[in-house]
């Protein structure tokens, strides 16, 4: 019982003074990183402007007047939040890389 619990002990202890070392990361990873981060926040700002142009349409065909103009506006509302959204993502991705960069 005592042997077992040191084993356990020493793979957990082990286990954990590598999980220290597997957050720092080399300069040409973090460049992949960044590069990966980049990529994802395009994509992000591209599918949003997808999702408007989405909306909007809807909101041509399937109402009129104020209210069509109102559901246009609200579009574009959620359009500069999702590009808002995206943004502090790829802060904070950038941020996280810098941190954990060697």
Not at 29 to 56: H, L, P, V
Not at 72 to 96: F, N, P
Request: charged share 35%; hydrophobic share 30%.
């Amino acid at each position: 019982m005592k042997k077992t619990l040191i084993a356990v002990l020493t793979a957990a202890a082990a286990t954990l003074s590598l999980g220290v070392h597997a957050d720092t990361v080399t300069k040409s990873e973090a460049d992949a990183q960044k590069t990966q981060a980049k990529g994802d926040y395009k994509a992000d700002k591209a599918q949003a402007k997808a999702d408007y142009n989405a909306s909007r349409q809807d909101c041509k065909d399937t109402s009129n007047g104020s209210v069509e103009r109102a559901c246009k506006k609200d579009a574009k509302a959620q359009e500069k939040q999702d590009k808002a959204d995206a943004k502090v993502d790829y802060k904070s991705d950038k941020a996280d890389i810098k941190a954990n960069t060697k």
